[in-house]
């Protein structure tokens, strides 16, 4: 790896470098989701898609669980990187590696084991939980897949291969788009048929990321004879990757809030919402894309004490993404009748849907406050800042919004109760930002 781009480099230079292959992957990504989407919703079957909606928080769970290793480890390796500290980096990655395994398995055993009552808490009735059952079980069953692909193509920016990271991911999502309408339409296997895709998908990720770990990297390893880890270093990792993790459990938790609060307004509602929280995610998941594609340049020069550098990356950081976040809400606000049609015609979907996205699209700016305030706290190691902006947009204050806004406006309250989170959220990270970074960099 040359250390130019991380010490050298330009900052928009460096800063685009290391972030447009996490941004791309992103979109690659959510492409795949949509196209689960896009062909579950063709069957015009509202049950089918409410109950993929009801499990969707299942696979967010999953990649929550990859980020204890993936966004944890790497943040931590990058700063032992700025260190010069690789043997000690090397060693950690293969902690990370063989830590997402033994999670995945882990985790599917126990969500086997009590299948019937998580599905009755994410909200499948008679109508929907055959479905809602159906793409949880074969989800469940990858989990060991799905949550390891989380940790090489994170670790493997902190190295500056953040192309590489990119092709792992688009290779898995390339296969589950051939693979969807095979097993959803040829095969008939509706909501299972994408989650098989899913995993399939994943596991082609998993075999491009251990080749080239195996053949390429030198300064990351999956040697098991290269296994050692401090408790400090553990206490490290999980510090930062357990709140990194909350920030996705949190998004399945209000996802699950979401949907149960709608559940009184009708099944058409939940399959609405389903569509729209696909539509919300090309915003989130570009913001999600820049914000942390520019981690490892932020924790490799926090580590080096660079603080000129760190200042100039962080200034453009939140300028670039706040930009960025208002210019998507414009676009998806006006396109909002077109995207939904996308996926389904239904004229009723299609009305329902309109007024929900433009609202959900609300606090994008605050959102990208947020990101890069939670990544520079992961980034810099600063645990405590970071597990309270986890908890707290689709959490903590969500729940407590959600609560509030529901009883007093109703329907309407629901569908604004995440932008009123968002801009909430934004005033805590920037709270939080002023009394720890802003003054740890002017000391």
């Given amino acids: 790896m040359e250390n130019e781009i991380f010490e050298k480099a330009p900052v928009p230079k460096a800063f685009f470098t290391m972030a447009l292959p996490v941004v791309f992957s992103m979109v690659i990504s959510l492409v795949y989701n949509m196209v689960d989407t896009y062909f579950i919703a063709r069957t015009g079957n509202t049950n089918l898609v409410a109950g993929v909606s009801l499990g969707a928080p299942i696979f967010t ?46 985790i599917a055993a126990l969500m086997l084991l009590f299948r019937r009552p998580i599905l009755g808490l994410l909200g499948a009735d008679a109508d929907t939980y055959t479905y809602a059952s159906q793409y949880y079980t074969w989800l469940v069953l990858g989990a060991p897949f799905i949550i390891v692909a989380l940790t090489p193509s994170n670790l493997l920016r902190t190295e500056g291969f953040a192309k590489a990271s990119m092709v792992g991911t688009i290779l898995g999502s390339v296969v589950n788009i051939i693979l969807d309408p095979v097993f959803i339409s040829v095969l008939g296997f509706g909501a299972a048929g994408a989650a098989i895709a899913t995993v399939i998908g994943n596991i082609c990720s998993d075999i491009f990321f251990v080749w080239f770990l195996l053949n390429r990297s030198k300064r990351l390893s999956v040697n098991p004879a290269n296994f050692y880890i401090h408790k400090d270093e553990l206490i490290q990792i999980f510090a930062i990757g357990i709140p990194a993790s909350i920030t996705n459990l949190m998004q399945s938790l209000g996802m699950t809030l979401m949907n149960r609060s709608l559940l009184p307004y009708g099944n058409d509602r939940v ?79 299609v009305s329902l849907g309109v007024p929900m996205l433009r609202m959900q699209l609300l606090g994008m700016v605050f959102v990208s406050i947020v990101l890069v305030t939670t990544c520079t706290f992961q980034s810099a190691g600063m645990a405590r800042n970071a597990f309270l902006l986890s908890i707290s947009r689709q959490g903590v204050i969500f729940a407590i919004v959600l609560a509030i806004a529901s009883h007093t406006i109703g329907y309407q309250g629901i569908l604004l109760s995440q932008a009123i989170s968002d801009l909430l959220t934004a005033v805590l990270a920037i709270a939080l930002y002023r009394t720890s970074v802003a003054k740890e960099l002017h000391t």
């Fill in 271 to 349: 399959a609405a919402m389903g569509i729209i929280m696909k539509v919300n995610m090309i915003a989130v998941l570009i913001l999600v894309g820049f914000a942390f594609g520019g981690q490892p340049l932020i924790g490799y020069n926090y580590g080096a004490k660079n603080r000129r550098r760190l200042k100039e990356i962080l200034s453009f950081a939140y300028k670039f993404e706040c930009a960025l976040g208002l210019l998507l809400t414009i676009i998806l606000s006006l396109a909002a009748h077109s995207m939904i049609q996308i996926f389904m015609k239904d004229t009723t979907i």
């Fill in 61 to 106: 769970l999953m990649i929550a669980l990859g980020d204890i290793f993936g966004l944890g480890g790497s943040s931590v390796i990058s700063r032992l990187f700025g260190e010069k500290k690789d043997a000690d980096g090397k060693r950690l990655s293969v902690f990370c590696f063989y830590g997402a395994i033994l999670c995945g398995i882990v």
